[in-house]
């Protein structure tokens, strides 16, 4: 770990105690017989110093996080924990601290807690976590205050694992669905938004304004009934609905059989998505059910007036560093509708026009392996959706998600399709890195039909446009 700047402001827990990070933080890595790539990403030995908290001063192991979940003292679930954690060598109060990856975010857990609390005698303190996208800042769980002096720095030398939420393979092989008679189709001016801007918004009204309202219900309902199967509750109706493979807190990997109004969602926009590829659409085995409830201390009561906080720097692109990413089209539903007295409810935040940006597609590997640092892609724009609404983008178009300063949770639903003959052509994307709209035939047919309508239009209806005739001068 890595801190610019000789002192950072002080962690106040409830009990009065501070804790401070004085001084650098590094982090040292020792050999590994892993492959290089996650050599450099997961060294076996980490070395924390700087803090004035002395748990936190020592070396931290690296360990497969299915061991370190067998440890008797490990309490907390660890709900889409990745393959390596880190163990603390020394003990505080008969428990050791160990840092853990949920996502991509790398969290401060202490053996004997639930959640990711550090607890010392007279005071329980949210640390917090390092962002999933890159050397971002470090956030404070409680109060969601960002301390951008200290980062996240994996081997010592910058790597960043530049995860998301949202691009793991959500499977082939899901449930028939037809589509539905006179489903929603894309106009010309939204190819054209498409084109430029890398995503579009549309608004259908009629049933899929009710099929909307269903599937939130149902979002609703399975949210609860998790929360009872945590409590220990019998939810015997719930665990259909779960992949084993769910990405666990906020994202929820529903398996799309089971959720009927998800499904009939889908079949009203399967037209649009056919419209793009040209061909007939790979129905997913799942859908993710993003959940983002409110950000900060439960016990402030300014949060409404906060803007995004995250950096213009917290982008990623699908794929964990491969932008031939399996994704045809990703589609995002809202759900739910944002509350009118906020200025942030965690909206979908992209940077337009960068599913073309050569430079960015050029060097984003070595982005995500943290060799290079971030391509400066200027500011963010958040997608407001109201409930209801659809945002068509790019599988190319870099993103995040902003900060839900609000006091209602969103629930978002996002389909990454792709083309239904992409199981028996490996190779169907080979092209999207010279050629963004490759993988979208449709869109680029739409602009060529734009083209000649226009020349016919300039030329009279003929091939050629109108030659004027001059009189000679007698």
């Not at 509350?339 to 597609?361: M, Q, V, Y």
């Amino acid at each position: 770990f890595f801190a610019n700047g000789s002192s950072l402001p002080p962690i106040t827990g409830s009990g009065g105690r501070s804790f401070s990070f004085q001084r650098a933080v590094s982090c040292l890595a020792v050999g590994t017989a892993m492959g290089e790539a996650e050599d450099r990403l997961f060294p076996e030995t980490l070395k924390v110093q700087g803090a004035e908290e002395r748990a936190l001063n020592q070396k931290y192991k690296r360990v497969l996080a299915d061991e370190l979940k067998s440890f008797p003292k490990v309490l907390q679930k660890m709900r889409g924990c990745e393959r390596w954690a880190y163990l603390g060598e020394e003990e505080i109060e008969g428990c050791k601290p160990y840092l853990w990856q949920q996502n991509g975010e790398w969290k401060l857990s202490v053996m004997g807690e639930t959640s990711s609390l550090y607890v010392c005698p007279d005071v329980s303190i949210r640390f917090g976590r390092w962002s999933r996208h890159g050397l971002q800042d470090w956030m404070r769980y409680d109060t969601g205050e960002l301390f951008p002096d200290l980062k996240l720095i994996y081997g010592g030398d910058g790597i960043n694992t530049d995860g998301a939420d949202d691009e793991l393979d959500y499977g082939a092989g899901g449930p028939e669905i037809a589509i539905y008679p006179g489903g929603t189709l894309l106009s010309p001016s939204d190819m054209e938004e498409l084109y430029d801007k890398g995503y579009t918004v549309l608004a259908p009204t009629g049933a899929f304004g009710e099929a909307v309202r269903n599937a939130f219900r149902l979002s609703q309902m399975l949210v609860a009934g998790m929360a009872n199967m945590l409590l220990g509750h019998q939810n015997s109706w719930v665990e259909p609905y779960l992949d084993s493979s769910s990405l666990g807190c906020g994202n929820v990997r529903i398996k799309l059989a089971k959720a009927e109004p998800f499904q009939e969602i889908l079949s009203m926009l399967l037209p649009l998505v056919k419209q793009l590829l040209q061909e007939d659409v790979e129905i997913p085995n799942c859908v993710q059910l993003a959940i983002l409830p409110p950000d900060g201390d439960p016990a402030e009561k300014d949060y409404l007036g906060r803007a995004d906080s995250r950096g213009k720097f917290s982008y990623h692109v699908d794929g964990r560093g491969n932008l031939q990413n399996n994704i045809g089209v990703l589609l995002g539903i809202a759900l739910s509708a944002p509350p009118a007295d906020t200025k942030c409810w965690g909206a979908f935040t992209c940077h337009p026009a960068s599913h073309r940006n050569k430079e960015l597609h050029n060097q984003y590997t070595a982005q995500y392996l943290g060799v290079i640092p971030k391509l400066d892609l200027g500011e963010s724009v958040p997608v407001l959706l109201q409930q209801g609404e659809i945002m068509v983008a790019h599988p190319l178009l870099a993103h995040r998600r902003s900060q839900n300063w609000s006091g209602n949770t969103r629930y978002n639903l996002y389909f990454r399709l792709r083309p239904k003959s992409a199981a028996q052509n490996p190779g169907w994307q080979d092209r999207v890195l010279d050629d963004p709209f490759s993988i979208w035939p449709g869109l680029t047919w739409s602009k060529q039909s734009q083209r000649g309508e226009a020349g016919k239009r300039a030329s009279g209806g003929r091939g050629q446009p109108k030659r004027k005739l001059r009189r000679r001068k007698k």
